[in-house]
């Protein structure tokens, strides 16, 4: 144990350290801004544009790959690294500073304490260059939504349980995937005019694509509720022959009559035979017991298995999945696919879907 004496010249001589440090941080940032404005003055010769989103994303993309270890954690690599980025730009504009109020973004749910959105959106502002900031509101009525968007000038929001249903008859405007689900979990407010989206949909779609085509496949879709319903429409859509299986019969046929497939009861399972096999239940997610929907007797080798939970991101159903041979896909993939098409209709850019799913894993698991 030091002694008060001791401890106090230990921080003497560690701050000595930390201004050398910072000296040099100093220095090397003056040549760093000094690079870039030599950047800005080329680009303003050749007429080039500025804001190279492509180039700003492949930094920090690098920069996150390169801190793999130490005292420096991914979301306050890039907390130091925005503004630099964003003062290096500054310097390319030649002083020309863009001095507007960030748009405001929004997470609403009930309970939404745990959601990982306002992370993963921030991270994407941040990586982009967006200048807009995401936050997390409690909501216990879905006109809540609506008032606080138009009232506080929200420009965006990302809805999630339980208003997903709710919220729908009370926005100005309905994309045609959103009315045809019957769900809403993104809403885009341009100028006081409120419109819908479902990016669910999107989000299992571009999961599965980006590994299987799915025209003509068959997909055993384990789940009647509302992430069952987006993901059997946007399998169809794209090709997919759909069949729900589900505990509840009478929702698993209403589901199946509605969109024109089949319908197989939850103790067939291990008779039935598909391509791709999708647990749309919360079976298996945490902290409820490490339980899998899926009879094992039920995974053939060579099929792809993707389950729809992602706290844990391996559930027992993708552990099992992939000991009898099948290719797995977890439910972080919908989670930010879903998220990467929200900031896509909120912003109007491409989503930097890595330094995203980086984000996420990362607090995945930070949070264990
Ligand atoms: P939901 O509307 O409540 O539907 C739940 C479905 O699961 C129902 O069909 C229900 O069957 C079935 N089910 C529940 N417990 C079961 C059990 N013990 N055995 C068999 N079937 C059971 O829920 P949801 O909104 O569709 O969400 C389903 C899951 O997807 C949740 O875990 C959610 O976290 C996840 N999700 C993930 C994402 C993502 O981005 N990865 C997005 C949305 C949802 P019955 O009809 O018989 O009750």
Same mark, same amino acid.
């Given at each position: 144990?030091?002694?008060?004496?001791?401890?106090?010249?230990?921080?003497?001589?560690?701050?000595?350290?930390? +201004?050398?440090? !910072?000296?040099?941080?100093?220095?090397?940032?003056?040549?760093?801004?000094?690079?870039?404005?030599?950047?800005?003055?080329?680009?303003?010769?050749?007429? #080039?544009?500025?804001?190279?989103?492509?180039?700003?994303?492949?930094?920090?993309?690098?920069?996150?790959?390169?801190?793999?270890?130490?005292? $420096?954690?991914?979301?306050?690599? $890039?907390?130091?690294?925005?503004?630099?980025?964003?003062? #290096?730009? !500054?310097?390319?504009?030649?002083?020309?500073?863009?001095?507007?109020?960030?748009?405001?973004?929004?997470?609403?749910?009930? @309970?939404?304490?745990?959601?990982?959105?306002? $992370?993963?959106? =921030?991270?994407?502002?941040?990586? =982009?260059? /967006?200048?807009?900031?995401?936050?997390?509101?409690?909501?216990?009525?879905?006109?809540?939504?609506?008032?606080?968007?138009?009232?506080?000038?929200?420009?965006?929001?990302?809805?999630?349980?339980?208003?997903?249903?709710?919220? *729908?008859?009370? &926005?100005?405007?309905?994309?045609?995937?959103?009315?045809?689900?019957?769900?809403?979990?993104?809403?885009?407010?341009?100028?006081?005019?409120?419109?819908?989206?479902?990016?669910?949909?999107?989000?299992?779609?571009?999961?599965?694509?980006?590994? #299987?085509?799915?025209? %003509?496949?068959?997909?055993? &879709?384990?789940?009647?509720?509302?992430?069952?319903?987006?993901?059997?429409?946007?399998?169809?859509?794209?090709?997919?022959?759909?069949?729900?299986?589900?505990?509840?019969? !009478?929702?698993?046929?209403?589901?199946?009559?509605? &969109?024109?497939?089949?319908?197989? @009861? *939850?103790?067939?399972?291990?008779?039935?035979?598909?391509?791709?096999?999708?647990?749309?239940?919360?079976?298996?997610?945490?902290?409820?017991?490490?339980?899998?929907?899926?009879?094992? +007797?039920?995974?053939? +080798?060579?099929?792809?298995?993707?389950?729809?939970? /992602?706290?844990?991101?391996? =559930?027992?159903?993708?552990?099992?999945?992939?000991? #009898?041979?099948?290719?797995?896909?977890? %439910?972080?993939?919908?989670?930010?696919?879903?998220?990467?098409?929200?900031?896509?209709?909120?912003?109007?850019?491409?989503?930097?879907?890595?330094?995203?799913?980086?984000?996420?894993?990362?607090?995945?698991?930070? +949070?264990?």
């Amino acid at each position: 144990m030091p002694t008060e004496s001791t401890a106090k010249i230990r921080i003497t001589d560690l701050r000595e350290r930390i +201004n050398v440090i !910072d000296a040099q941080i100093l220095e090397r940032l003056k040549e760093r801004l000094s690079a870039a404005r030599k950047i800005g003055q080329l680009k303003a010769a050749s007429d #080039a544009s500025v804001l190279d989103t492509g180039r700003e994303v492949e930094v920090l993309t690098r920069l996150l790959a390169e801190n793999l270890s130490g005292e $420096l954690g991914n979301f306050d690599l $890039l907390k130091i690294y925005r503004p630099i980025i964003s003062a #290096a730009r !500054d310097l390319q504009h030649q002083g020309k500073r863009h001095a507007d109020p960030p748009s405001l973004y929004a997470v609403f749910g009930n @309970p939404i304490g745990h959601s990982l959105s306002p $992370l993963m959106h =921030t991270a994407a502002f941040w990586a =982009t260059g /967006y200048n807009g900031t995401c936050f997390a509101v409690e909501a216990t009525e879905s006109q809540q939504i609506v008032n606080g968007m138009k009232t506080i000038g929200i420009r965006g929001a990302s809805v999630t349980i339980p208003h997903k249903t709710a919220v *729908l008859p009370l &926005l100005d405007e309905i994309d045609d995937q959103a009315g045809k689900i019957g769900a809403v979990n993104t809403v885009l407010n341009q100028s006081g005019v409120t419109k819908g989206f479902n990016t669910d949909c999107d989000g299992v779609v571009s999961a599965l694509t980006a590994v #299987a085509d799915l025209a %003509g496949k068959s997909v055993l &879709l384990v789940g009647a509720g509302g992430a069952a319903r987006a993901a059997a429409f946007g399998i169809q859509s794209a090709g997919g022959r759909v069949t729900i299986c589900n505990r509840t019969a !009478d929702k698993g046929e209403r589901l199946a009559l509605e &969109l024109d497939c089949e319908f197989e @009861p *939850l103790d067939k399972l291990p008779l039935l035979e598909s391509e791709i096999l999708i647990n749309a239940t919360p079976v298996g997610m945490a902290p409820g017991p490490d339980a899998s929907v899926v009879p094992e +007797n039920a995974l053939r +080798n060579g099929m792809l298995v993707m389950d729809l939970v /992602y706290t844990p991101l391996r =559930t027992r159903l993708l552990r099992e999945a992939a000991a #009898a041979g099948c290719e797995t896909i977890d %439910g972080c993939e919908m989670f930010i696919h879903q998220g990467a098409r929200q900031f896509e209709i909120w912003t109007g850019l491409a989503a930097p879907v890595e330094i995203m799913r980086l984000f996420v894993h990362a607090a995945l698991a930070k +949070n264990g």
